[in-house]
């Protein structure tokens, strides 16, 4: 194994575990963030179903609930 594949494996290892790109790019020592993305990184296997789950929570339908505000109060006592 060489030096060049440790560091590949340690980038991929990163970004895949949700370490930001930017910071992936400072620790091996990249000015570029596009070097990080296009020399050591990968899409990963299940790059489908893990776009899937970040909105399978996420509806399209608006509310039902209404936000409440304070309204105005009606009571004859006096504000001071």
């Known amino acids: 194994m060489r030096f060049h594949d440790l560091r590949h494996c340690y980038a991929n290892w990163l970004v895949s575990e949700g370490v930001p ?22 899409a990963s296997r ?22 409440t505000t304070a309204e105005p109060s009606t009571s004859a006592e006096p504000t001071a």
């Open 21 to 42: 790109v930017n910071d992936v790019a400072g620790l091996i020592g990249h000015e570029q963030i596009s070097t990080t993305l296009n020399r050591y990184t990968h």
């Open 46 to 67: 299940d790059r489908n179903g893990r776009a899937r789950a970040v909105f399978a929570g996420f509806s399209l339908n608006p509310t039902t609930e209404k936000a």
